[in-house]
Protein backbone atom coordinates (compact mmCIF):
# COMPACT_ATOMS: atom_id res chain seq x y z
CA UNK A 1 0.00 0.00 0.00
CA UNK A 2 1.54 3.29 -1.25
CA UNK A 3 1.06 5.63 1.68
CA UNK A 4 -0.67 9.12 0.94
CA UNK A 5 2.32 11.51 1.23
CA UNK A 6 4.69 9.37 -0.66
CA UNK A 7 2.00 9.15 -3.94
CA UNK A 8 1.34 13.19 -3.60
CA UNK A 9 5.12 13.83 -3.55
CA UNK A 10 5.98 11.42 -6.78
CA UNK A 11 2.45 12.77 -8.63
CA UNK A 12 1.89 15.87 -8.37
CA UNK A 13 3.96 19.61 -8.06
CA UNK A 14 5.75 20.74 -4.99
CA UNK A 15 2.59 23.09 -3.47
CA UNK A 16 3.78 26.78 -2.77
CA UNK A 17 4.13 27.86 0.38
CA UNK A 18 1.48 29.86 1.40
CA UNK A 19 1.55 32.89 3.84
CA UNK A 20 -0.60 32.12 6.79
CA UNK A 21 -0.98 33.37 10.04
CA UNK A 22 0.91 31.02 11.93
CA UNK A 23 4.05 31.61 9.51
CA UNK A 24 3.45 35.29 10.32
CA UNK A 25 3.46 34.83 14.11
CA UNK A 26 6.61 32.54 13.73
CA UNK A 27 8.47 35.44 12.09
CA UNK A 28 7.09 38.09 14.62
CA UNK A 29 8.48 35.88 17.37
CA UNK A 30 11.58 34.75 16.09
CA UNK A 31 12.13 38.67 14.93
CA UNK A 32 11.04 39.98 18.79
CA UNK A 33 13.49 36.78 20.20
CA UNK A 34 16.18 38.08 18.16
CA UNK A 35 16.16 42.13 19.18
CA UNK A 36 16.07 40.86 23.08
CA UNK A 37 18.43 38.53 22.77
CA UNK A 38 20.89 41.02 21.06
CA UNK A 39 19.92 43.83 23.40
CA UNK A 40 21.08 41.15 26.21
CA UNK A 41 24.00 40.37 24.60
CA UNK A 42 24.69 44.21 24.30
CA UNK A 43 23.14 44.95 28.05
CA UNK A 44 26.64 42.34 28.91
CA UNK A 45 24.74 38.93 29.12
CA UNK A 46 27.12 36.73 26.16
CA UNK A 47 25.33 33.81 27.20
CA UNK A 48 22.13 34.88 26.06
CA UNK A 49 22.93 33.80 22.83
CA UNK A 50 23.49 30.67 23.85
CA UNK A 51 20.97 27.55 24.89
CA UNK A 52 21.16 27.76 28.18
CA UNK A 53 19.16 30.85 27.85
CA UNK A 54 16.47 29.27 27.10
CA UNK A 55 16.48 27.63 30.28
CA UNK A 56 15.36 30.90 32.01
CA UNK A 57 11.88 31.22 30.63
CA UNK A 58 10.93 27.75 31.97
CA UNK A 59 12.08 28.53 35.64
CA UNK A 60 8.90 29.10 38.26
CA UNK A 61 10.07 32.02 40.60
CA UNK A 62 10.04 29.79 43.46
CA UNK A 63 11.98 27.25 41.62
CA UNK A 64 11.38 24.50 39.21
CA UNK A 65 12.36 21.05 38.91
CA UNK A 66 14.62 19.71 36.53
CA UNK A 67 12.33 17.48 35.57
CA UNK A 68 9.76 19.62 34.46
CA UNK A 69 12.48 22.48 32.97
CA UNK A 70 12.87 19.28 30.51
CA UNK A 71 9.44 18.37 30.16
CA UNK A 72 8.53 22.57 28.87
CA UNK A 73 12.23 22.38 26.89
CA UNK A 74 10.94 19.34 25.23
CA UNK A 75 14.65 17.75 26.13
CA UNK A 76 15.86 15.06 28.01
CA UNK A 77 16.93 15.79 31.75
CA UNK A 78 20.34 15.12 31.12
CA UNK A 79 20.80 17.82 28.06
CA UNK A 80 18.81 20.39 30.85
CA UNK A 81 21.32 19.57 33.69
CA UNK A 82 24.03 20.45 31.00
CA UNK A 83 22.85 23.84 30.47
CA UNK A 84 22.12 24.03 34.27
CA UNK A 85 25.67 23.45 35.06
CA UNK A 86 26.54 26.13 32.77
CA UNK A 87 24.08 28.84 34.11
CA UNK A 88 25.15 27.18 38.09
CA UNK A 89 28.56 28.34 36.91
CA UNK A 90 28.48 31.75 36.11
CA UNK A 91 25.95 32.32 38.80
CA UNK A 92 22.68 33.02 36.97
CA UNK A 93 20.94 29.82 38.45
CA UNK A 94 21.53 28.03 41.78
CA UNK A 95 20.23 24.58 43.03
CA UNK A 96 18.33 23.73 46.55
CA UNK A 97 16.93 21.63 48.19
CA UNK A 98 13.12 21.31 47.23
CA UNK A 99 10.88 21.54 49.90
CA UNK A 100 8.38 19.39 49.18
CA UNK A 101 10.91 16.38 48.52
CA UNK A 102 14.42 16.50 49.91
CA UNK A 103 15.66 13.89 47.74
CA UNK A 104 15.18 16.04 44.21
CA UNK A 105 16.54 19.97 44.00
CA UNK A 106 14.66 23.07 42.31
CA UNK A 107 16.83 25.26 39.59
CA UNK A 108 15.88 28.87 40.64
CA UNK A 109 17.39 32.24 39.35
CA UNK A 110 20.07 33.26 42.00
CA UNK A 111 20.73 37.15 43.38
CA UNK A 112 22.58 37.87 39.61
CA UNK A 113 19.60 36.21 37.95
CA UNK A 114 17.53 38.23 39.52
CA UNK A 115 19.70 41.23 38.75
CA UNK A 116 19.69 39.76 34.76
CA UNK A 117 15.96 39.69 35.60
CA UNK A 118 15.34 43.54 35.80
CA UNK A 119 17.58 44.38 32.53
CA UNK A 120 15.44 41.84 30.66
CA UNK A 121 12.39 43.11 32.03
CA UNK A 122 13.63 46.78 31.18
CA UNK A 123 14.79 45.34 27.17
CA UNK A 124 11.15 43.81 27.16
CA UNK A 125 9.35 47.26 27.90
CA UNK A 126 11.77 49.04 25.55
CA UNK A 127 10.98 46.56 22.75
CA UNK A 128 7.15 47.32 23.43
CA UNK A 129 7.30 50.76 23.47
CA UNK A 130 8.79 50.66 19.93
CA UNK A 131 6.03 48.16 18.80
CA UNK A 132 3.25 50.91 20.65
CA UNK A 133 4.83 53.83 18.60
CA UNK A 134 5.21 51.55 15.28
CA UNK A 135 1.22 50.30 16.01
CA UNK A 136 0.10 52.91 17.38
CA UNK A 137 -1.35 52.36 21.12
CA UNK A 138 -4.76 51.38 19.85
CA UNK A 139 -3.62 48.61 17.19
CA UNK A 140 -0.83 47.46 20.05
CA UNK A 141 -4.11 47.10 22.11
CA UNK A 142 -5.90 45.10 20.15
CA UNK A 143 -3.08 42.75 18.97
CA UNK A 144 -2.46 42.34 22.85
CA UNK A 145 -6.06 41.10 23.18
CA UNK A 146 -5.90 39.08 19.93
CA UNK A 147 -3.11 37.06 21.13
CA UNK A 148 -4.46 37.03 24.26
CA UNK A 149 -7.72 35.34 22.55
CA UNK A 150 -5.61 33.13 20.98
CA UNK A 151 -3.62 31.48 24.04
CA UNK A 152 -5.36 28.32 25.54
CA UNK A 153 -4.60 29.22 29.27
CA UNK A 154 -3.88 33.19 28.78
CA UNK A 155 -2.02 34.66 31.90
Known amino acids: MVNQIDYML ?9 EHIGWRLVRASQQWDLRFRSEMVAAGFAWFNEARANVIPCLDRAGSRQADVAR ?9 QQLVAALV ?3 VIEQQADPDDRRAQRIMLSAAGMAMLEVANTVKL ?5 YKRRL ?5 LQLAAALDDLLDDPA
Open 10 to 18: RSSPKPPLI
Open 72 to 80: RMGISKQAV
Open 136 to 140: GKTKF
Open 126 to 130: SIEKD
Open 89 to 91: EDG
